[in-house]
Every structure is written in structure tokens, then in C-alpha cells.
């Protein structure tokens, strides 16, 4: 007899083997039908029970890692850095562990916006001293999705729309399989990107990851005003 939930989805069988004739056939196939709907209701109820026990548990998981990430933020906005080079590297830093990313980096433009500059790139566990520079002219599709966007997510890096031209060149080499991209803006304008590439199999982005990817462009952002504030008040001494 099969067992239907509420909707009339069959979600299993009750069946019943004897090698002797059945006597009263159809008092025992009523009787079974009963203990069948009553089989599929205990299954459901148990189901529900699962579902509600792991959603809690998500929940409590999700809450766990928003507050863990604020007090890395917090954190991060009471250092005092020593300036722009000293902010960047210990920001990536912090990003990179919370995150658990294999390698979060910091780009800015030049003053015409010619070339995207890395400016510090943490890779496996340790900072990297020779940093890359690309010509925007090469990767107009990237730029393009990250103004209009203002946030690149690609949980399949290597097949994303906006990071075809970086699929040959830069992450298939690296084996870069999944990328978060968020702007770095300051007085409205997009100035810089913070970059997390992910390494091994493809990764989900969460939106508490992207929440605080984005807050860390943020305190970029507020490194960058830090520093043109400390060299006004350099020249008026």
C-alpha cells in the first residue's frame, strides 16, 4: 500500500509477506490502508521534526558567524595603522582567516584609470611581494559589472559572465574556482576593489560573506581617507 503525504505524493510503501493465503482479503487490505495513512502521517510528523531541528540549527550557526565577523570588524576599525600599506595588509589579512579564502587582495586605479593595481595580496597563508598590475583595457566586461553591479559574486568563477576574460589567463593557472569582488568607493566613486578567490572545489557565497566582504571594502575605503586627511594636514604644518 503506498504512502502518501498531504499533497498525494508517495513517499514510500507498507507491505505485508505471507506464504499463506489471505483470509478476510478485504476487512485486511481496510485495515492496512489505515495503518498505512497512519505510517505516513508519524513519517511526517518526524520530517518536520528533522527540518525544524536543522533549520534552528542553521540559524544559531549563521547568528555564531555574523557576530564572530562583526568583532573582526570592530576590531579592525579601532587599529591604528601605521598607513595606507600598513591598513591594506593587516585588512586582507583578517579577511582572508574569517573567511578562510586562499587569497584576498587590494586594487586600485590609477589617476586616469588606465591600469588596476594590486597594492597588497595575501595568498596561502602568507603576503606576496611582487604584485600584479592590469590594464583595464583588457577586461572591460569586469569593470563594467562591477560598476553597475557594485559586487561581483561567482560561486562558478571560471563560467561567470562578467570574469570570462580572466578564465584563460589567470583562473584556470591559479585554479581559481570561485570569486567574491566588492567595490571599494570613496566620495561615491569606484576607486578599488577587494578581491577573494577561492581555491578547491566551488564555494557558495553567503550572504553573510558578501555582507562583510562589502564592510571590509569599507574600512579600505576608510584607510584611503585616513591617508589623504594625514597628508593635508602634513602640508599645513
Known amino acids: 500500500v503506498a504512502l502518501k503525504d498531504q499533497t498525494g505524493k508517495t513517499i514510500g510503501l507498507l507491505s505485508m509477506l505471507d506464504d ?3 483470509p478476510n482479503y478485504q476487512s485486511t487490505l481496510g485495515l492496512f490502508k489505515s495503518l498505512a495513512a497512519r505510517a505516513a502521517i508519524e513519517i511526517e510528523l518526524v520530517k ?22 562583526q568583532r573582526v570588524l570592530l576590531n579592525l576599525s579601532k587599529e591604528n595603522f601605521l598607513d595606507q600599506n600598513d591598513a591594506f595588509t593587516q585588512i586582507i589579512v583578517a579577511d582572508a582567516q574569517q573567511l578562510e579564502v586562499s587569497r584576498v587582495s587590494v586594487w586600485l586605479f590609477n589617476e586616469d584609470r588606465t591600469a588596476f593595481i594590486c597594492q597588497s595580496l595575501y595568498s ?8 600584479p598590475t592590469l590594464q583595464t583595457v583588457d577586461y572591460p566586461h569586469y569593470f563594467e559589472a562591477l560598476n553597475d553591479n557594485g559586487i561581483i559574486v561567482a560561486d562558478d568563477a571560471q563560467h561567470h ?4 576574460e580572466f578564465r584563460e589567463g589567470y583562473l584556470i593557472p591559479l585554479g581559481i574556482t570561485s570569486m567574491l569582488d566588492t567595490p571599494i568607493r570613496v566620495r561615491g566613486k569606484v576607486v578599488g576593489i577587494n578581491c577573494h578567490e577561492h581555491i578547491g572545489a566551488k564555494r557558495i557565497w553567503t550572504r553573510e560573506a558578501q555582507d562583510f566582504a562589502r564592510s571590509i571594502s569599507d574600512l ?5 581617507l585616513d591617508g589623504e586627511r594625514k597628508h593635508a594636514e602634513a602640508l599645513l604644518r
Open 124 to 131: 596561502h597563508g602568507k603576503l606576496e611581494t611582487e604584485l
Open 161 to 164: 559572465p562578467s570574469l570570462q
Open 220 to 224: 579600505c575605503a576608510k584607510a584611503l
Open 48 to 69: 518536520s521534526a528533522v527540518e525544524r531541528e536543522q533549520t534552528a540549527a542553521a540559524l544559531h550557526q549563521n547568528q555564531e558567524q555574523v557576530l564572530h565577523n
Open 20 to 22: 499463506k493465503p489471505m
